[in-house]
């Protein structure tokens, strides 16, 4: 039999483990939710004791709190941002609406790590309340979209990095194979020459772009409701708490945030998340489609396209000796479908809310840390474990821009769309490479076919 303590909430009495740090509140919600078996992702609760760190600062500064209390708390939310919260935030990713559960998980386990260094006994709560000290001039209703925010600002810092090591990984092909030239492809057709690193920078420009839009999604979560209390009027808080709150929840993340212009809207408005959930899901459209053409480049390798050769990091086959399959761009591919659900959930949740409150906001908790989680280490993964790795067939991408019927297409500016159309359809007709259909044209003198032809030069963009 596990032992217990009896504490009591509003409700009566409730049995808790006795070595918990949480209470009552929480020990209902353990019981109540038992869905997933998940719980609140390490950013979202990272975000939750800085917030409650915060809070417990800027109320001794104004007296709200009495000074040992207000240090106790402060200590104890140091205590946990040092790893002891792990194993004590245990309710259920999928639980009550807005997150009451999970704001008086954290405020039960800060209260009692508070009240046993002031010499109280874990879970009497005489020195130090859950509800009337480390929640004090707060409400669950700004509390956890600010937390909301702040965890999604501190896995996007982490993303950034691991976005910038794979377009480095790809910048680094795109110069070292700057002047390799292969067959272009539209419609999975042959289509006029480009280079291997033009190819690659393409992708390398098209994640830039998306790292871009993160930032411009992110310029706006730094706006918190933090000081909104339960609707947004602060009813409860005292006069200083609100900016002090919010200036020391930066200085102790290193993030820039600053009260919300209109709490209110920032009270139940979840717009600024479901943004940065649009833009992960461009960057997953960029990103998958980047792994879907290495996929292919790399097809074969005796029956495909066998441009690109990968790294070899498993074997490919439990039948197949030898396979080896393009594991990492695959893996890739399902995080990013993975984000593109995320998206649609967030932006449903986002359009959930009711009047003073959106109740969806757990669901929204959950995925975008998660989201942020998956897909930076996916890239991370993809960069050092297979674009790093990658080499070029060289002599096949010439070999097949040689061959590509779409060499026609230097030839319109002398002779037309359709006469070189003709020399297209005679170099199928006879299965001869079509730089022998045009000599068989008698249009171009040797020395005028070698000009038009020269494959280097039909790579080169004309001046803007």
């Known amino acids: 039999m596990q032992s217990v303590r009896i504490e009591k909430d509003s409700m009566g009495e409730v049995q808790v483990p006795v070595e918990a740090l949480y209470g009552a509140q929480t020990a209902r919600a353990v019981q109540n939710f038992q869905i997933s078996g998940l719980t609140a992702h390490p950013h979202f609760v990272r975000a939750t004791i800085e917030l409650k760190k915060a809070c417990a600062r800027a109320n001794g500064d104004i007296g709200a709190l009495k000074s040992n209390q207000a240090e106790a708390i402060v200590k104890a939310c140091d205590k946990l941002l040092g790893g002891q919260w792990k194993g004590n935030f245990v309710v259920d990713v999928y639980q009550a609406g807005a997150g009451t559960s999970h704001n008086m998980n954290a405020n039960e386990v800060i209260a009692n790590l508070a ?15 859950p509800n009337d000290h480390v929640n004090y001039g707060q409400s669950t209703n700004d509390t956890i ?12 810092n982490v993303l950034y990095g691991q976005l910038d090591r794979l377009i480095e990984a790809i910048e680094h092909l795109s110069e070292r194979y700057a002047s390799s030239v292969k067959a ?25 772009m998306a790292r871009r839009r993160l930032g411009d999604a992110a310029f706006h979560l730094r706006e918190l409701p933090l000081g909104g209390s339960a609707v947004g009027t602060g009813l409860g808080s005292e006069p200083g708490y609100r900016n002090r709150a ?16 209109d709490l209110f809207a920032a009270m139940w408005s979840l717009t600024p998340l479901s943004n940065l959930t649009g833009a992960l899901r461009d960057l997953s459209l960029d990103l998958g489609k980047i792994c879907d053409d290495i996929r292919l480049l790399s097809s074969g390798p005796r029956t495909g396209f066998g441009e690109v050769n990968l790294p070899a990091v498993q074997p490919g086959s439990s039948i197949m000796p030898g396979k080896v399959n393009p594991v990492l761009a695959e893996m890739t591919n399902m995080v990013c479908y993975q984000i593109r659900g995320i998206d649609v959930t967030v932006a449903a949740a986002a359009g959930a809310g009711q009047l003073e409150l959106n109740v969806m906001m757990p669901l929204v908790a ?40 779409a060499l026609v297409t230097a030839l319109n500016r002398k002779i037309g769309y359709l006469a070189a159309a003709e020399i297209a359809k005679k170099a199928i007709k006879e299965d001869i490479p079509v730089v022998d259909a045009i000599r068989k044209s008698g249009l171009f003198t040797e020395e005028v076919l070698k000009d038009l032809l020269n494959i280097n030069a039909l790579t080169k963009q004309p001046a803007a």
């Open 115 to 129: 009240e046993e260094m002031l010499g109280g006994q874990r879970g009497q709560y005489k020195i130090v309340n």
């Open 145 to 156: 979209p600010t937390s909301l925010r702040v965890s999604a600002l501190l896995g996007l």
């Open 184 to 208: 272009g492809r539209t419609h999975l057709q042959d289509a006029v020459p480009l280079t291997f690193g033009q190819e690659f920078g393409g992708w390398a420009s098209a994640l830039k």
């Open 246 to 261: 919010v200036r020391y929840l930066g200085e102790q993340t290193g993030l820039d945030l600053i009260p919300a212009p």
């Open 366 to 405: 959950w995925n975008i840390p998660y989201a942020l989680q998956i897909l930076g280490n996916a890239m991370q993964a993809l960069a050092e474990k297979c674009v790093v790795g990658i080499t070029v067939e060289e002599d096949l991408g010439l070999k097949y821009a040689g061959s590509s019927l």
